[in-house]
């Protein structure tokens, strides 16, 4: 059972950043693979990033690549997401979500944080 907490939400103007934070309670986070995925009003959920357990491997969704950057901390049971250059259209509810392999598919994961609002004004 993976419990997670997502921080760092907030509004921002175009082309300025923010650091989301996601905090994970239990004492095997460092082998699941964690995601971030966003939801705009009226949007389905997509795929935003993802990073392995180990962070050998990264996956971006085109519309955020060289722009975000994930990361993950295992001793401190903490996943980020660097997002540079924010644009309005990166407004939107982001969640992480954890599970025990990589995936871009929201389906495929078995846990979820709450949401962090980011709001990006023009």
């Known amino acids: 059972q993976v419990q997670l907490v997502e921080s760092g939400g907030g509004l921002v103007q175009a082309g300025g950043s923010l650091r989301l934070s996601c905090a994970a309670s239990?004492?095997?986070?460092?082998?699941?693979?964690m995601g971030w995925f966003r939801q705009a009003p009226g949007k389905e959920r997509e795929f935003v990033a993802a990073?392995?357990?180990?962070?050998?491997?990264?996956y971006y969704a085109d519309s955020v690549k060289g722009r975000f950057t994930i990361s993950r901390d295992n001793a401190k049971n903490t996943v980020y997401l660097q997002m540079n250059s924010l644009k309005p259209e990166d407004t939107a509810v982001y969640y992480c979500?954890?599970?025990?392999?990589?995936?871009?598919?929201?389906?495929?994961?078995?846990?979820w944080g709450q949401g962090t609002q980011v709001t990006v004004s023009s």
């Open positions: 979500a954890a599970d025990r392999l990589v995936s871009t598919r929201p389906s495929a994961y078995d846990y």
């Open positions: 239990g004492r095997t986070f460092s082998s699941y693979a």
């Open positions: 990073i392995s357990w180990s962070s050998g491997a990264t």
